[in-house]
C-alpha cells in the first residue's frame, strides 16, 4: 500500500527520537507497520485528506502533525468497494490537546460537499447538554459572519445542515431515551469516561449503515469510573495493538504517561498531550503549557490537587493513598483464578448496612501466604428502584454471573443469608461467622440454629485501625484473591480511609448512598478472626470430625 506523507512524517518523528512517545502509541506504530501499512487490499485517499486538512486550516486553526497522522486512518479505505477500513475511533489523551476542536472541523467537514456523502448525519453525543454543544458551538460560531460558509450551511440552535448534501449535524446528552432516530454516518462520543456501560453506545450504533462509511469516534480523558466503558474500550484497544484481535475495525490513539514517577520531568508531558511536542504550537507555547505548568508547581502547596492533575492533565488515574484502600491497579490484581478450596478451613462474614437494601456475605480462606475470598450479595429490588446507583444496569450482569442475588422483598430475608452459608458448609470448612454486634442481632438466633458458632466484633471501627497496616499490605504485594468479580472490586473501590487525628483508620464511604462498601465490611469482619483460626495450607477433613 502507498502510505502518505503525513504518516510516514509523524512516524520519522518519533524513529528519530525528536518527539516522545508512550507505551501504547509506541504499540500502535509496530501494529501499522507489521499489519495495516503492508496491505495491498487498502488506499488513503489523498484528496480527502488533503481536503479535511485545508478545510480545517482555513476555518479552524492549524493542524499538528498528530493530528494528521490521525486523519489520514479516517479516509483509509478497502479498494475493493471504497468502504471504510475503520468504522471507530478511540482519542483520549490529556486535557487541552484539542480532542474536540479536531472533532469539531470533522463534523464540519462531514456534512460539507468536500466530504461529499448525501444525508451523512452527525450525532454528538455526551453526558451532559453543555458537553454535547460544545462542538456543535465551535461549529455554529465558526459558520457565523463568514459569507462563503454562511451560503453553504443553514444553521439554528439545534441543528446545523449542509445544503447541497442535506447533512445534518445534531447534539444529544448521553440519554437512551432521548435518541428521536436521526438516521446517523457518524456518531462522536465525548466525556466517554463518565459512561458507566456501552448502553447508550448501543442505542446511536443501532442507527448506523443506512448511509456509507459510517463512523464512530470515543473521546474522553480517562476520570473516576472504573470497570465502564472506558475501561472496556481501553482493554479492546491493548487486544489490537499487542496484536490479539486483528480484526476489531477500532483505531486507539491513546496518550498518557508511562508511569506517575514521569510527571516530573516536564518533558515526559508529550507522552499525555502531543500539543507539547517541539516544536510547540503557539496556542500550546503561550497558553496550554503555561497553565499545565502553573498547576504542577501549586501541587506542592496543595497537594489534595494531585489526584485530579495526574488524571486529567496526565491521562493517569493515580488514587489517594491517604483516602483509598489501594490502588486501582492493585485492586485489578485480585483477578486471580481460586485455587483449590474443597474442605478448606475458611471463616465466614457477614455485613450489610440495611435489610433495605444491600447484604454482603463471604468465606475467607489462607492458602500459603495468600487470603482468598469468596463472596455472595443480596440485594433488593425495591433500593434499585428508589436509588439510582450508577452501576444498576451492570447488575444484572453481574446477578448473571452468580455473584449477586437480587430480590424483590419488603427486606432482605434472613433465610438468604443463612441458606447461602448452610450451602457453603457444605463445600468447606465453615464453622465460625464474624460480623458486628449491631448487625449480627438480625440474624442470630437463624444462624445458631444451624449450628454455627458466631463472633462478635464489638467496636467494628476499632478493628479498622488495627487491621489497616495488614491490609494496606496484602493489596500493594497482591496477596489477596477473589476471582473475577468485578462487584467486590466496586465495593474495595467505593471505600473512603479517614485518618483520624490520633493516626488511627477508618474505612468508610466515599458516598453514603450510591457507593455501596458491604462486601469490604464483610470481608474486613472474616480477616480480623481469619489469623486465629486459619491455617497455612490447612485442609479440612469430615473424617477428623468426631460426631
Not at 40 to 67: G, T, V
Not at 107 to 131: C, D, M, W
Not at 227 to 245: A, W
Request: aromatic share 14%; hydrophobic share 40%.
Amino acid at each position: 500500500m502507498k502510505s502518505v506523507h503525513y504518516v510516514d512524517e509523524y512516524i520519522q518523528l518519533y524513529k528519530s527520537k525528536k518527539i516522545k512517545f508512550n507505551k501504547e502509541r509506541k504499540l500502535l506504530i509496530r501494529y501499522l507497520e507489521k499489519h495495516i501499512l503492508t496491505r495491498d487490499d487498502l488506499y488513503f485517499d489523498e484528496e480527502l485528506i488533503e481536503n479535511f486538512i485545508r478545510f480545517a486550516e482555513k476555518w479552524y486553526f492549524p493542524l499538528q502533525p498528530f493530528q494528521k497522522f490521525i486523519i489520514c486512518f479516517v479516509f483509509l479505505f478497502y479498494k475493493e468497494d471504497d468502504s471504510v477500513f475503520y468504522e471507530q475511533f478511540f482519542f483520549t489523551m490529556g486535557r487541552g490537546a484539542g480532542k474536540n476542536g479536531l472533532i469539531s472541523a470533522l463534523a464540519h467537514f462531514f456534512i460539507s460537499p468536500l466530504h461529499g456523502i448525501q444525508r451523512y448525519n452527525v450525532s454528538i453525543v455526551a453526558n451532559t447538554e453543555k458537553q454535547a454543544k460544545m462542538s456543535f458551538t465551535e461549529i455554529y460560531d465558526t459558520i457565523e459572519g463568514k459569507e462563503t460558509l454562511e451560503d453553504s450551511f443553514h444553521k439554528t440552535k439545534v441543528e446545523i445542515q449542509g445544503i447541497d448534501t442535506r447533512s445534518i449535524i445534531q447534539y444529544h446528552t448521553s440519554n437512551a431515551d432521548s435518541k428521536d432516530g436521526l438516521r446517523d454516518g457518524c456518531v462522536i462520543y465525548d466525556e466517554i469516561h463518565r459512561y458507566e456501560t456501552s448502553n447508550i453506545v448501543n442505542v446511536f450504533s443501532s442507527g448506523l449503515g443506512k448511509v456509507p462509511n459510517a463512523r464512530e469516534f470515543f473521546i474522553g480523558t480517562n476520570g473516576y469510573v472504573r470497570e465502564g466503558f472506558f475501561d472496556k474500550l481501553v482493554e479492546r484497544s491493548m487486544n489490537i495493538l499487542e496484536g490479539k484481535d486483528l480484526n476489531d475495525p477500532l483505531f486507539p490513539f491513546i496518550c498518557k504517561l508511562d508511569d506517575a514517577k514521569e510527571v516530573d520531568d516536564q518533558s515526559n508531558w508529550e507522552k499525555a498531550n502531543p500539543m507539547f511536542s517541539k516544536p510547540m504550537s503557539l496556542y500550546a507555547k503561550q497558553s496550554l503549557y503555561k497553565k499545565v505548568l502553573a498547576q504542577y508547581r501549586q501541587l506542592e502547596n496543595n497537594p489534595t490537587n494531585r489526584e485530579e492533575f495526574m488524571t486529567k492533565r496526565m491521562n493517569l488515574p493515580e488514587v489517594d493513598l491517604g483516602k483509598s484502600v489501594a490502588s486501582w491497579k492493585d485492586i485489578l490484581a485480585t483477578n486471580r483464578p481460586f485455587p483449590d478450596l474443597k474442605h478448606r478451613v475458611c471463616v465466614g462474614g457477614l455485613d450489610f448496612a440495611s435489610i433495605k437494601d444491600f447484604a454482603a456475605v463471604g468465606l475467607l480462606f489462607k492458602v500459603g501466604d495468600e487470603y482468598v475470598w469468596k463472596t455472595h450479595s443480596f440485594v433488593r429490588q425495591g433500593f434499585l428502584d428508589s436509588v439510582k446507583l450508577k452501576i444498576t444496569p451492570k447488575l444484572k450482569e453481574w446477578e448473571h454471573q452468580g455473584l449477586l442475588t437480587i430480590v424483590d422483598e419488603p427486606v432482605i430475608d434472613v433465610k438468604n443469608i443463612v441458606n447461602w452459608f448452610v450451602e457453603m458448609r457444605e463445600q468447606y470448612g465453615l464453622t465460625k461467622i464474624v460480623a458486628d454486634t449491631f448487625r449480627l442481632d438480625l440474624v442470630r438466633t437463624a444462624l445458631e440454629a444451624e449450628g454455627f458458632e458466631l463472633e462478635f466484633v464489638r467496636n467494628p471501627r476499632a478493628i479498622h485501625s488495627l487491621l489497616a497496616p495488614k491490609v494496606e499490605t496484602m493489596f500493594a504485594k497482591h496477596k489477596v484473591i477473589f476471582d473475577d468479580n468485578p462487584l467486590m472490586r466496586w465495593y474495595v473501590n467505593n471505600v473512603l480511609v479517614k485518618t483520624k487525628k490520633d493516626g488511627n483508620k477508618e474505612y468508610l464511604k466515599k458516598d453514603e448512598f450510591r457507593r455501596k462498601t458491604d462486601g469490604f465490611q464483610a470481608f474486613i469482619h472474616s480477616l480480623f478472626k481469619a489469623d486465629e483460626i486459619l491455617v497455612d495450607d490447612a485442609d479440612f477433613f469430615l473424617d477428623s470430625i468426631a460426631f
